[in-house]
């Protein structure tokens, strides 16, 4: 984005923090004759209604900007700008699984599952089955391995009527449990089957049955005559499932899937192996709860989903570390560029928390308080950091030249001399040093303001 334009946006978003919301979208919207696909300058847009709590405009416009992004190639502005839309709007299944879609294309598989689970957990509680088993479908394509989430597909296709299908991910299911030596499972799979496509010859044959007779006792709730394209009546698909659709676990297989690149995010919940359990059989499932009793449960399920989704973050934090650490300070570049300082600081405090972005993570956050106008700020972020044990190596001279700057500014010449004079060779300290002494030979009594250490890493 040019300079020019982002004086423009800038003196736009003054105007609509004053109380002109109007007048400022106007002016910003004038911008869009020329570049009309311009995704900042919709953000903008989207920042001055959220400001003004128009959230249906405001999540329009970082759709817009969103789907600008995409094209012109930034996949974590985009991520920045869905991210803004379920702050102001978390029950968007459909932007869950379009964030589980451009991370997938990243190549960043466990976020991409993660946030698919978030929208099909979403979809389930609307009632949108169909919506949900798409987004289970994707899951399983990244994951085919994982039979718990071939079993919730399973099972919705049930509930959707889909029986060839149902039928086709019970046996996977069963397939890879016979792999992993599950017997148990294996079986109860099956019959599962059996509930609604007796005479299966190839689950007869897994399971070692005749094919069945009117006088065989597991037929009694199926007619002799029923075949393979018979569809079970709704009394009988009430018997099969007890449809829980939010109850989420998590375990490890325990025979090896395929490598699944996880990347854990404070924001995007991580999720490398999901499994769900088998949902179980119950005559119950249809019957439509008493609204009180379907906010309890509800409050329940999303109270062990983020408690299960909690448990496991623990598990793989160290395997995941800094690739977790990596995502977070690519969005707080990406938050940044798009002119969100605050969103932007959140992630470069998490970033700076591992092993190499520390002290790019601090004079990153260090110029968001400068953009801020908030230089007292930035001058105590980088004290902090340059007292950390962790500010070492090729990059420190560089936070040191940065705060040597702010120094300068502030009119805290002595300091700012102080560490010039350590980096002489670091961009243009020698020329800043040598104006510095020169004024100081020449009688110039420079301020000296002291600056409070606080943390704000």
Known sequence: MGTEKSEDIHRAQKVGSQGQLDR?????????????????????????????????????????????????????????????????????????????????????????????????????????????????????????????????????????????????????????????????????????????????PEVLRRLGLAAFTASTPAVEAATPSAGLAEEPTAAELAGTIEFNPEVLALEIPSAPAPPVEAVADAELLPVAEVVIPAIEVGSEALIEEEPAVEAEASK????????????????????????????????????????????AIEEFQVAAQGPTRFIDSATMIAACYKDQGLQQAAVACLENALADSRCKGPTAPFLKYDLALLYEEEGNTDKAVELYTSIPTIRDASARLAKLQGAESSDEEPGRKSSHRISYL
Do not use: W
């Open 24 to 200: 400022a979208i106007d002016e910003l919207r004038q911008l869009l004759d020329n570049s009309p696909n311009d995704a900042n300058v919709y953000t903008a847009i989207g920042d001055l209604y959220l400001t003004n709590k128009l959230a249906p405009e405001a999540i329009a416009a970082y759709s817009q900007a969103a789907g600008f992004f995409i094209r012109g190639g930034s996949a974590l502005k985009a991520i920045a700008a869905y991210k803004k839309i379920l702050k102001t709007d978390p029950s968007r299944g459909d932007v869950y699984v379009l964030l589980g879609e451009l991370n997938s294309e990243r190549g960043l598989m466990s976020n991409s599952i993660a946030d698919y689970l978030s929208g099909a957990k979403l979809y389930l509680k609307a009632g949108n089955n169909k919506e949900s088993l798409a987004v289970y479908r994707k899951i399983t394509k990244i994951n085919p391995h994982n039979t718990s989430v071939r079993l919730r597909v399973a099972d919705l296709c049930v509930r959707e009527r889909l029986i060839d299908e149902a039928v086709e991910e019970y046996l996977q299911a069963g397939a890879e449990y016979e792999r992993l030596q599950k017997a148990g499972d294996a079986r109860t799979t099956y019959e599962k089957i059996l509930k609604v496509s007796p005479n299966h």
């Open 300 to 343: 329940k399920v999303d109270g062990e989903f983020d408690a299960i989704l909690q448990e496991f973050r623990k598990g793989i934090k160290d395997q995941l570390e800094d690739e977790d650490f990596e995502t977070h300070y690519d969005l707080g570049i990406a938050y940044k560029e798009m002119g969100l300082p605050a969103e």
